[in-house]
């Protein structure tokens, strides 16, 4: 997995490439934790290079998510291929996670 930060109108931007197995969640919580830690308003995940989830990545993505809502923050994910889409709706997290089409749209709600 790559994870590369950069910064778009103003939000950070998490764009993730590979897998997101308990091999590479580590690192990506690590990234994760850093930037929640400094209470950034709003992250935005960008999943189009994202080949495969497991449960250890989902799991990272949950904690990250309950630690930026104890300070009101926002965790919004887009850009998710349909292989991923379909493992968050078959476990009813499309309705935990903020989840758009493009970064405009996350942007812009």
Do not use: H
Not at 61 to 85: A, H, S, W
Not at 89 to 105: A, H, P, R, T
């Amino acid at each position: 997995m790559n994870i590369e930060i950069v910064d778009y109108k103003g939000r950070k931007i998490i764009a993730l490439t590979g897998d997101v197995d308990m091999y590479t969640s580590p690192i990506l919580r690590e990234n994760l934790l850093n930037l929640i830690k400094k209470k950034i308003p709003a992250l935005c995940v960008d999943f189009n290079g994202v080949s495969y989830i497991d449960s250890s990545g989902i799991a990272t993505f949950v904690e990250g998510l309950k630690c930026m809502k104890l300070y009101g923050g926002k965790l919004q994910f887009f850009n998710i291929p349909e292989r991923i889409m379909e493992i968050f709706s078959f476990s009813k997290l499309d309705k935990v996670f903020e989840i758009y089409g493009n970064i405009d749209d996350a942007i812009s709600s």
